[in-house]
């Protein structure tokens, strides 16, 4: 299956896609975590992302469109992917047709996670996550590690994602709003969006989502 994960900041989608990719089988890439891993080892391309991040704006599409397509190209997605904050806006939605229509492949589902934005911002605000992996991901009350401040799944550091401040999230939401919310128009048109609530424990909105996606 290729999927793509999208909603609000905060909204769950890292959470879900890590649960949604192993019960599909499928390989969760995710462009903030590229970024991410490439800020920690301090490549050129994490160099030129850090400062678009730090404010909250995406990171232009020359930059953010090669590096998803590097990594779509690997042998493990070859069967399908699930994509998570990729595409964040309509110019990356084309760029994305383009790379599925030249290699003659196509879209299952766009999911999208509808959560309101006095829970986004509690999510964001208690998020804590792993310097080794920002694949692992908990939250101070929600979704607390069994020792405070140690990741549960390899025992790295959490710390609080410089991102995740007040002022950056209210950017970020406004990005949101402005640049990616139009792609979900734009899937629309293609028959290709499922809309469900994010609202709920983990496990539930798990179940939703896979619920959604085999219909
Ligand atoms: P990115 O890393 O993609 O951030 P985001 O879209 O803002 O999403 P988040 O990671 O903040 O949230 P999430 O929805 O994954 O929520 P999570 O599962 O962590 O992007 C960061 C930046 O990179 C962008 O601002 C941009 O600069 C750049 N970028 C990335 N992709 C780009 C692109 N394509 N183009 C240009 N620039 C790009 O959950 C949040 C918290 O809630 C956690 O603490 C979690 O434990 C908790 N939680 C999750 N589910 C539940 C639940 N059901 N109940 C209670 N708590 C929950
Ligand atoms: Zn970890």
Redesign the pocket.
């Given at each position: 299956m290729r999927i793509v994960l999208v909603?609000?900041?905060?909204?769950?989608?890292?959470?879900?896609a890590a649960f949604l990719a192993k019960n599909l089988d499928i390989p969760h890439i995710?462009?903030?975590?590229l970024?991410?891993a490439n800020i920690s080892q301090g490549t050129e391309l994490g160099l030129k992302?850090k400062a678009?991040?730090d404010a909250?704006?995406?990171?232009p599409?020359e930059v953010?469109i090669g590096m998803?397509k590097d990594r779509m190209e690997q042998p493990d997605a070859v069967n399908g992917f699930l994509l998570?904050?990729?595409?964040?806006?309509v110019a990356?939605a084309e760029a994305l047709d383009a790379v599925l229509k030249a290699e003659g492949m196509e879209l299952d589902a766009v999911l999208d996670?509808e959560v309101p934005e006095d829970e986004v911002v509690k999510?964001?605000a208690?998020?804590?996550i792993c310097r080794k992996d920002s694949a692992h991901?908990?939250?101070v009350t929600?979704?607390a590690p069994k020792t405070e401040g140690v990741c549960d799944v390899c025992g790295g550091e959490l710390y609080q994602r410089d991102?995740d401040s007040e002022e950056t999230v209210r950017r970020?939401l406004e990005?949101y709003h402005t640049q990616t919310e139009p792609i979900i128009d734009y899937y629309r048109a293609q028959n290709l969006v499922v809309t469900i609530s994010?609202?709920?424990?983990?496990d539930e909105?798990t179940a939703k989502a896979m619920a959604a996606l085999k219909k």
């Amino acid at each position: 299956m290729r999927i793509v994960l999208v909603g609000p900041p905060g909204a769950g989608k890292g959470t879900q896609a890590a649960f949604l990719a192993k019960n599909l089988d499928i390989p969760h890439i995710s462009t903030g975590d590229l970024f991410r891993a490439n800020i920690s080892q301090g490549t050129e391309l994490g160099l030129k992302a850090k400062a678009f991040m730090d404010a909250g704006d995406l990171v232009p599409d020359e930059v953010t469109i090669g590096m998803a397509k590097d990594r779509m190209e690997q042998p493990d997605a070859v069967n399908g992917f699930l994509l998570d904050g990729f595409p964040r806006n309509v110019a990356q939605a084309e760029a994305l047709d383009a790379v599925l229509k030249a290699e003659g492949m196509e879209l299952d589902a766009v999911l999208d996670l509808e959560v309101p934005e006095d829970e986004v911002v509690k999510r964001i605000a208690g998020r804590r996550i792993c310097r080794k992996d920002s694949a692992h991901v908990f939250h101070v009350t929600y979704n607390a590690p069994k020792t405070e401040g140690v990741c549960d799944v390899c025992g790295g550091e959490l710390y609080q994602r410089d991102d995740d401040s007040e002022e950056t999230v209210r950017r970020r939401l406004e990005v949101y709003h402005t640049q990616t919310e139009p792609i979900i128009d734009y899937y629309r048109a293609q028959n290709l969006v499922v809309t469900i609530s994010a609202l709920g424990k983990v496990d539930e909105v798990t179940a939703k989502a896979m619920a959604a996606l085999k219909k």
